[in-house]
């Protein structure tokens, strides 16, 4: 009784804290997981159905209880209980028969790739932040971004996922399903949007130390928006209108460049995100810091402090390149 | 419902979650292990070859990550990243920048020879790196070359310059040092070895 | 002639009467059956195949521009005439007596790396240009024992020993105007006096310290010289410039990448193919500014044509060499160019290998020569590319006449010639992480070796390799003054097991007429010349003459190293018809062969000696009885006779091949 009581509670208090939070799977706003969240009201939905019906039945069955035994230990032949198994048998098959059938249907409207996706985007994952390319027939358009992707709301979006390292998993619990991140394939998944907004994104297999922080963003945009942030994307960063901003430049180039692509210096390294528009973010090192100053210089100051076992070392810079090289990334809107 | 199988439970978990609060080897907080390499303004004792000529607790400097298959790993990421792979092979055996893998060094091959190369670059076309990569990287890349099994260890620090091979002779006459260190300032000798796979 | 006293003047005009009487009794020996030679003094020469059972007729019909026309028996310039043919009149040494050729002298020139440059013979004296540290050496040919003239040290910086790809190497020299000019490692074209050995001028191209080398020979046209970097895998942006040839000052330069403007496309430029017709394609064809560090060097060769005063290269493969990188065509790179020899504005191009997957650069040498085809005279380019693709292109438009493999070759079901564009088999294109198995290998079907066409077979001869690799991608990124690069590739041999092979290609049918397959690569330039014999090398160090009708191997003789290097063939100061050769192994053929490739191979240990061959090995000055020298008498030696030459074929028209068709001269 007290394991059933425990049970309910258990299962009810995450479902009504996660409706609302960031990562809820209840708070549904893309069609996948609008079809995903109700298999799981369905399913959770019959579950806790068949179990209050056993337990007003085994209720039932405790209250109407056979009086104590008198007749000096003959067992007594109780007839009628086949009905029971009858109707037991039927109703459970008719029941799961229906959960199958939504099953199936939920599983072929999600996994299905659309033809008519709007647009592509390329996502790698590395331990631990995500690389983002938006491909385009003109090869010109093509360019790169971390740890945030921006899609057209409204608009079916083809995700082409692969690792550049080991196993890791794309979920956007408001958006979609989950979708594994292998090494040496490329997984095809797809998302759509039905309102703007930013949705909350996370890595969802182990995948070493900081896999706790893998987030992502998916920030659904109206068309018109889109569009704009696409042709902003595509420009570099501006040039340096002052001796800080210069040297930080300078200093970027001569620190930074083995790893980080910065387009407007002279900067092309791939062994971490491209940060052309790096303010453009709301996030630093996927979803670890909030992107503002202060966070911004405590992270290049030591990023293994903040993210113990990061791919970028503690580059020892002094305090004044620091400043210089914090001033110059605050102009990469 | 019997309590003992939970008191146990409880206190296998709390066991376990306490475990993994202890600092972990890989990943976790990273001390500063590299010696900063010391100063190099040492003159430079004559006849020694290039690279070489410095003074004996400078050559004897070891590798921090000797021997560390971690280090080495982390190592072949960055030689990988820095575009090592293209000048010296996948495989460490040499393309348009010299094999590492063989024990011909052109500036020597004792840990922290190899560590100078990487450091301050090279005439022929080698990059320097102190500005890109840290001295803890460095040092990485330094096990990682190691691990092509053509460096010497710094034991032979007094050996690798001249050629000295593992199961030679010597004669009576060559054996000793042939430059003196300051008393005090130097490990004894020690037979050459090479490090662990 | 070495200098002869007076009182052997006498025995002089008997000798010198010697060839006369060996040609007219030669002559008449042919009606009989078994031709000997006439004279005890006469070494006896190999009885000649018949005549009759050799073609005499030219295969193709192909008629080729010697211009400009270098004095008889010199080699002013590595490809010895613009249409860039590597064809000798020289008749002396031919099918009769080339298995008689033995070394005459050699020099070494003291480098170790690979010898990739051919000797230069100019009014009696020949220059030899040595790889890093790129030294320049004139010998007297006048004198006994070829003695150093003079020696040019050139003392390039040796950073560039660090940053070219396939070793250090110089691949010519040209001259023009008693000056000998060559381009060095480090990014500098330096001109030296041909007399006194000084350096009259030298021009800054680039910045070696940015990863960009100097490989390719320059190439002279009248008052310019053209010149091109070197980089394909150091990211770095490609060119070709244009040098005054008295002054050294630059003219102008075309990039391989970025906009029209910088790659001198105007309104002249009419591409023939839809792909390359577009505005700044040299930008938009790349992802983002990728194009900054797209390479198409120019490392190559380049011909000239007088009649339309164009010059053609080719650039190089695009960088990174990890295409996923890149989506897009990537042009200019893997693109031949077609451009004004003035101003360098482009009058049409074409890229042999759109979005070039595998490093087929396009650099290979173009072998301009008019062909008959469907009942018209074409004027044509030959191009045996690296993708493995031999193509005959019409050299006023740039159209494809004809595209067909010359190497075993998996990557393409064939170039489709109404697009213009290879149809590429989709899974043969490398993803990053994965291996995959492809072939020919970077280093292609045929590398920059370049080939020759004799006028008198009509038919181009060139060494390539049967080769494949297994390659896999890493993705890279730029960092300045190191590789831009991401191939993980070890090569083995293709089908059949050999790693060579010399062939004899025609260019109308698109077919080997006949092929040598050989064990190791051959990666060396071919000779070709009058007396129907062709020259090649391996890189185990053989070096070879073959009858340029039959395919018959007539010779052969193994060198000290392997040869990578040019053949050339001059006419000493005695006379004698001389083939000179520089054997030392190294560049591409050594760089990142597979290990397994290696134990087979066995490539010989580097060398640095230049051999030079005559019938007998008899030189006047160098080789044979007396020679030494008394002091106050100088030297005496026994001039010996001179082998006689070969009869031409039937209807065979020297001044028929040198002139242009009827019509079409334009004045230079």
């Known amino acids: ?333 | 419902m019997n309590a003992r199988p939970m008191y146990l439970l409880s206190v296998m978990i709390s066991a376990a979650l306490a475990c993994t609060a202890c600092g972990k080897s890989q990943g976790g907080a990273q001390a500063e292990p590299s010696p900063a390499p010391q100063d190099h303004s040492f003159s430079t004792p004559l006849g020694q070859r290039a690279g070489t000529g410095d003074s004996p607790e400078v050559l004897s400097t070891p590798n921090p990550y000797e021997g560390s298959k971690e280090a080495a790993r982390e190592g072949q990421q960055i030689y990988l990243a820095m575009n090592c792979t293209t000048c010296h092979a996948y495989d460490g055996s040499g393309n348009q920048g010299p094999p590492l893998n063989d024990t011909r060094w052109r500036y020597g091959g004792l840990p922290i020879q190899v560590f100078n190369s990487i450091h301050d670059g090279r005439p022929q076309g080698m990059p320097s790196w102190k500005d890109k990569l840290t001295d803890d990287q460095i040092w990485k890349l330094v096990t990682y070359v190691e691990s092509f099994g053509g460096t010497f260890p710094a034991s032979d620090w007094q050996h690798a310059p001249q050629g000295d091979v593992e199961n030679e002779n010597e004669a009576p006459e060559a054996q000793g040092q042939f430059m003196t260190p300051v008393p005090g300032t130097v490990p004894p000798p020690a037979p050459a070895t090479k490090p662990p796979r | ?668």
């Open chain 3, 1 to 668: 002639m070495p200098p002869i006293s007076p009182s052997h003047a006498r025995d002089r005009i008997v000798v010198s009467l010697f060839p006369f009487f060996a040609v007219l009794i030669t002559g008449l020996a042919q009606a009989a059956p078994t031709p000997s030679p006439a004279g005890a003094s006469f070494p006896t020469p190999a009885p000649a195949p018949t005549s009759a059972s050799i073609p005499h007729k030219s295969v193709t019909g192909a008629t080729l521009n010697f211009a400009p026309n270098e004095p008889n028996g010199q080699w002013q310039s590595e490809a010895h005439d613009w249409a860039n043919t590597r064809y000798s009149d020289l008749n002396q040494v031919n099918e009769s007596n080339v298995a008689h050729l033995k070394i005459a002298w050699t020099f070494s020139n003291n480098t170790k790396y690979g010898q990739e440059a051919a000797p230069l013979v100019v009014d009696g004296t020949m220059y030899i240009v040595t790889p890093f540290p790129d030294d320049l050496y004139a010998l007297d040919l006048t004198k006994p024992g070829n003695p150093i003239k003079w020696k040019f040290e050139a003392n390039p910086s040796p950073m560039g020993i660090g940053k070219a790809c396939c070793d250090v190497v110089v691949r010519g020299l040209a001259y023009a105007d008693g000056l000998v000019i060559y381009n060095l490692l480090d990014d500098h074209t330096v001109a030296v006096s041909a007399k006194t050995g000084k350096q009259v001028w030298r021009t800054k191209m680039g910045n070696v310290q940015s990863g960009e080398t100097m490989t390719m020979s320059p190439f002279v046209v009248k008052d310019k010289v053209y010149a091109g970097d070197s980089g394909g895998e150091m990211g770095v942006r490609g060119w070709l410039a244009a040098l005054d040839v008295k002054t050294g000052k630059e003219l102008w330069r075309a990039y391989a990448t970025g906009s029209d403007k910088d790659v001198k496309l105007g309104p002249d430029f009419h591409p023939f193919y839809k792909w390359m017709q577009g505005k700044d394609l040299g930008v938009t064809s790349w992802p983002r500014d990728m194009w900054k560090h797209g390479a198409g060097a120019s490392w190559g060769w380049v011909s000239y044509d007088p009649e339309t005063n164009l010059i053609f290269y080719g650039t190089s493969n695009p960088g990174p060499r990890v295409p996923a990188e890149r989506p897009g065509d990537n042009l200019w790179t893997s693109t031949i160019f077609a451009r004004d020899a003035d101003t360098g504005e482009a009058k049409w191009a074409y890229q042999f290998t759109p979005h070039d997957q595998w490093d087929y650069d396009g650099v290979n040498e173009n072998l301009l020569m008019d062909l008959p085809m469907d009942g018209k005279v074409r004027k044509v380019l030959v191009h045996l590319d690296r993708n493995a693709f031999a193509y005959t292109m019409d050299r006023t438009t740039g159209e494809v006449l004809s595209a067909q493999p010359f190497a075993y070759q998996n990557w393409s079901s064939g170039i489709d010639l109404k697009t213009g564009r290879p149809v590429v088999i989709p899974k043969m294109q490398p993803k990053p992480n994965i291996a995959l198995k492809v072939c020919p290998p970077d280093i292609g079907g045929k590398d920059w070796q370049p080939a020759a066409v004799s006028p008198r077979t009509g038919l181009v001869y060139a060494d390539h390799f049967n080769l494949c690799m297994q390659v896999t991608d890493k993705v890279v990124g730029y960092i300045p003054s190191t590789p831009y690069d991401g191939m993980d590739m070890g090569r083995y041999p293709a089908p059949g097991g050999n790693l060579g092979a010399f062939m004899a290609w025609n260019p109308v049918t698109g077919k080997k007429v006949w092929e040598i397959p050989e064990k190791y690569m051959t990666m060396s330039g071919v000779l070709a010349t009058a007396g129907d014999v062709v020259f090649y090398g391996t890189a185990d160090g053989w070096f070879r003459a073959v009858d340029a009708w039959s395919g018959k191997v007539l010779w052969s003789q193994k060198l000290g190293s392997g040869i990578i290097g040019q053949p050339m063939t001059y006419l000493g100061p005695d006379g004698r018809q001389y083939i000179a050769i520089t054997a030392g192994v190294g560049g591409a053929s050594k760089v990142r062969i597979d290990t397994n490739l290696m134990d087979k191979v066995g490539f010989p240990a580097g060398g640095d000696t230049t051999y030079v061959f005559s019938v007998d090995g008899i030189s006047a000055n160098s080789s044979g009885p007396g020679m030494i020298e008394t002091p106050g008498q100088g030297i005496k030696s026994i001039p010996g006779p001179l082998p006689p030459s070969s009869p031409p074929p039937p209807d065979y028209d020297k001044h028929k091949a040198t002139a242009p068709p009827p019509g079409t001269r334009r004045q230079p």
């Open chain 1, 1 to 333: 009784m007290r394991v059933v009581l425990l049970s309910t509670l258990l299962l009810g208090i995450p479902a009504l804290a996660a409706a609302g939070t960031p990562l809820g799977i209840f708070s549904d706003s893309g069609h996948d997981a609008q079809e995903i969240s109700r298999l799981i009201a369905l399913f959770g939905g019959v579950s806790i159905a068949v179990v209050v019906l056993i337990a007003l039945l085994l209720a039932s069955s405790i209250w109407h209880r056979r009086p104590a035994d008198t007749s000096g230990g003959r067992p007594q032949r109780d007839e009628g209980g086949l009905p029971w198994i009858y109707w037991g048998v039927g109703i459970s098959a008719v029941v799961l028969l229906i959960c199958m059938l939504f099953n199936l249907g939920t599983i072929a409207a999600v996994a299905r790739t659309p033809d008519d996706a709007a647009i592509t985007v390329q996502v790698t994952a590395h331990q631990w932040w995500w690389e983002v390319e938006y491909q385009d027939p003109d090869s010109h358009k093509d360019f790169l971004s971390a740890n945030e992707i921006h899609i057209p709301a409204g608009e079916k979006v083809r995700i082409l996922l692969s690792s550049a390292d080991v196993i890791h998993s794309f979920w956007v619990p408001s958006l979609a399903g989950k979708m594994d991140v292998i090494p040496g394939q490329t997984n095809v998944t797809w998302v759509q949007a039905d309102q703007p907004g930013t949705y909350r994104g996370e890595c969802a297999v182990f995948c070493g130390a900081e896999h706790a922080r893998m987030e992502f963003r998916v920030v659904a945009q109206t068309p018109k928006d889109f569009e704009a942030w696409k042709v902003h994307q595509l420009e570099d960063a501006p040039q340096p209108q002052d001796a800080t901003t210069l040297r930080g430049r300078l200093a970027f180039e001569s620190r930074c460049a083995a790893c980080h692509t910065l387009r407007g210096s002279s900067a092309a390294g791939m062994a971490g995100p491209d940060l052309t528009h790096l303010m453009d973010r709301s996030t630093l090192a996927a979803g670890t810091l909030p992107n503002d100053m202060g966070h911004l210089a405590d992270w290049i100051r030591n990023p293994q402090k903040q993210k113990p076992g990061t791919g970028m070392p503690k580059v020892p810079v002094s305090e004044a390149d620091l400043a210089a090289i914090v001033a110059y990334l605050r102009t990469t809107h």
